[in-house]
């Protein structure tokens, strides 16, 4: 594995609330931007991804990392950052120590399951662990819930992580861009997403900008 590239380097983590195409496109646009990208997928976010896109990835993460570039081939995107596929139980992995994880990090989609693990700081897992650094590192921390209704529980949890600092932004795009397509829509949360981690984008015009 490569040395931890300064400024330049997220965790991102795939759990099992629809909206698998959130989470690719943001893949894409990080390793774009030549982001290093700890990507960890959770079991129950392999099938949303076979559901939602078709897209069966293997448990082994060496397989599942060449089908995700494989999958990137054939959009025809072409990017410079690298991706770091990590299984739930590397527990040597940068993301694991505040010594060595990356500053950021982002879980989209994000269930509610996962959240209440986060929020009540039960580091199970890679993935659960990975956000616990973050936010006892004082990082960047953005989780993209997508359920609904959301119950007095799943609030709670929300307000709890957002009073640690982190970012809670649902899965809800606008429409004041007047989208033209689902992934005008994907694109829109994707883009705001970016625009909380500094990263540059042109997947959307901005407000009282380039208006049509």
Same mark, same amino acid.
Not at 44 to 66: C, H, I, M, P, Y
Not at 69 to 96: N, Q
Not at 98 to 118: D, E, F, N, Q, R
């Given at each position: 594995?490569?040395?931890?590239?300064?400024?330049?380097? =997220? /965790?991102? *983590?795939?759990?099992?609330?629809?909206?698998?195409?959130? &989470? +690719? $496109? !943001?893949?894409?646009?990080?390793?774009? @931007?030549?982001?290093?990208?700890?990507?960890? =997928? /959770?079991? *129950?976010?392999?099938?949303?991804?076979?559901?939602?896109? &078709? +897209? $069966? !990835?293997?448990?082994?993460?060496?397989? @599942?990392?060449?089908?995700?570039?494989?999958?990137?081939?054939?959009?025809?995107?072409?990017?410079?950052?690298?991706?770091?596929? +990590?299984?739930?139980?590397?527990?040597?992995?940068?993301?694991?120590?505040?010594?060595?994880?990356?500053?950021?990090?982002?879980?989209?989609?994000?269930?509610?399951?996962?959240?209440?693990?986060?929020?009540?700081?039960?580091?199970?897992?890679?993935?659960?662990?990975?956000?616990?650094?973050?936010?006892?590192?004082?990082?960047?921390?953005?989780?993209?819930?997508?359920?609904?209704?959301?119950?007095?529980?799943?609030?709670?949890?929300?307000?709890?992580?957002?009073?640690?600092?982190?970012?809670?932004?649902?899965?809800?795009?606008?429409?004041?861009?007047?989208?033209?397509?689902?992934?005008?829509?994907?694109?829109?949360?994707?883009?705001?997403?970016?625009?909380?981690?500094?990263?540059?984008?042109?997947?959307?015009?901005?407000?009282?900008?380039?208006?049509?």
């Amino acid at each position: 594995m490569s040395y931890l590239k300064k400024n330049k380097s =997220i /965790s991102l *983590a795939w759990t099992g609330a629809s909206g698998a195409p959130y &989470g +690719l $496109k !943001l893949l894409e646009c990080l390793l774009v @931007a030549d982001y290093q990208v700890f990507l960890m =997928i /959770s079991s *129950a976010a392999r099938v949303v991804l076979a559901t939602e896109q &078709g +897209l $069966k !990835l293997s448990a082994n993460s060496d397989k @599942a990392k060449a089908q995700l570039l494989v999958f990137f081939a054939d959009l025809g995107v072409i990017f410079t950052g690298e991706l770091h596929l +990590l299984g739930k139980d590397e527990w040597f992995s940068p993301p694991a120590s505040g010594s060595a994880a990356p500053k950021k990090m982002v879980i989209c989609p994000c269930s509610t399951g996962s959240l209440a693990a986060i929020a009540t700081g039960m580091s199970n897992n890679l993935l659960e662990r990975a956000a616990d650094v973050v936010i006892k590192e004082r990082g960047q921390l953005i989780l993209v819930p997508r359920e609904t209704p959301f119950n007095s529980i799943h609030l709670e949890h929300m307000l709890s992580l957002s009073r640690l600092g982190a970012t809670i932004m649902p899965a809800s795009p606008g429409f004041y861009h007047d989208p033209k397509s689902v992934q005008d829509l994907v694109n829109f949360l994707v883009a705001r997403i970016l625009d909380h981690l500094g990263v540059e984008h042109q997947l959307t015009h901005r407000w009282g900008y380039e208006q049509k």
